[in-house]
C-alpha cells in the first residue's frame, strides 16, 4: 500500500538544505554569503555540482586538488549559522565545518586584510545555553582544524593571528566603544557566527574553526575597498581549501 513507501520515513533532506545524503562532502567551507559560496566553486572547484538551493542558500560540492569538498552559506548571525551547522552535522555526517568570514576590528592594532585564525569566541548570546545548556560565555574552536590552519598558514607563507573574537548579535549600536564581554575575554575583533558554530560542534564532538580576514576597522572606518576585496578574501578561501584536503 501507499503507506509503506511513506516518505517521511526515509527523509532524503533535511529542513533547511535540499541536497539528498551524501550529496555533502565530510568538510565543508563555509561563508556567510551565498554569492561567496559560488565564487569559491566557479573558482576554485572542479566536476562542480548544485546540491542545495533552498532559500538561495546555495550549496555545491565539487573538487579541490582531487579531494571532495562541500562549499555553501551560514547566512548572517548566530540563529542562521546555528541551523545550516547543525543540519550539516547532524543530516550530512559532515565532519568539519570551517567557516570563513569577514570581522571588524575593535583597535588599531589590526590591520585591513589580517587574518584572524579564531581561538575563541566570547558572546552574549544564550544560544549555547538555550540550545545545549552550556553556560560559558566563550566557546573555543572544536578539534583540529584549529591547527591545521595554523600550520597551512605557515607552509603558504600567509600570517594569522590565532586570537579570541566576539560574536555579536548586534552590528549597529548606540554606544562606541569596546563591549564589556570583547574586554573581558580580549578580542580584538567582532563577527556574528563562530559562537554558534563552535557550541554545535562542541555537543555533537565534530570539527569546527573560523578564519576571519579583517575588512574593516571599526574605530577609525577604515576599510577594504570593493575592489581589494575579491583578492583579500581568495587568500582566506586558499587558505581554508588547503586546510581542508587536509582535514
Ligand atoms: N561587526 C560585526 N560583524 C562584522 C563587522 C562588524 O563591524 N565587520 C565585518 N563583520
Not at 223 to 240: G, H, K, N, P, Y
Request: with cysteine; proline share 3%; aromatic share 10%.
Amino acid at each position: 500500500s501507499s503507506y509503506l513507501c511513506c516518505p517521511f520515513k526515509f527523509k532524503m533532506m533535511s529542513v533547511h538544505i535540499s541536497a539528498k545524503k551524501g550529496e555533502i562532502a565530510k568538510t565543508v567551507l563555509q561563508p556567510g554569503d551565498p554569492l561567496r559560496a559560488k565564487y569559491i566553486a566557479d573558482n576554485f572547484l572542479e566536476d562542480v555540482r548544485l546540491v542545495s538551493k533552498t532559500r538561495n542558500i546555495f550549496y555545491f560540492t565539487g573538487l579541490y586538488k582531487g579531494k571532495e569538498i562541500s562549499v555553501g552559506a551560514s547566512g548572517m548571525g548566530v540563529p542562521s549559522i546555528g541551523i545550516y551547522s547543525y543540519e550539516l552535522f547532524t543530516e550530512y555526517d559532515v565532519d568539519t565545518i570551517i567557516r570563513i568570514g569577514t570581522c571588524g576590528g575593535y583597535t588599531t592594532d589590526l590591520n585591513v586584510f589580517d587574518l584572524i585564525n579564531v581561538d575563541g569566541a566570547a558572546s552574549e548570546s544564550t544560544y549555547a545555553k538555550f540550545a545545549w545548556e552550556m553556560d560559558e560565555e566563550i566557546m573555543y574552536h572544536q578539534g583540529k582544524a584549529f591547527d591545521v590552519i595554523n600550520e597551512t598558514a605557515k607552509e603558504l607563507a600567509l600570517e594569522t593571528k590565532a586570537a579570541n573574537i566576539h560574536t555579536s548579535d548586534v552590528f549597529y549600536r548606540k554606544t562606541p566603544g569596546i563591549p564589556a564581554i570583547a574586554e573581558k575575554y580580549n578580542c580584538p575583533a567582532v563577527e556574528m557566527e563562530a559562537f554558534a558554530l563552535f557550541a554545535n560542534a562542541k555537543h555533537l564532538g565534530k570539527n569546527a574553526a573560523t578564519i576571519l580576514t579583517v575588512s574593516d576597522i571599526i574605530p577609525t572606518g577604515e576599510e577594504i575597498s570593493a575592489d581589494q576585496r575579491e583578492t583579500a578574501l581568495r587568500t582566506m578561501m586558499t587558505l581554508a581549501l588547503e586546510s581542508g584536503i587536509k582535514l
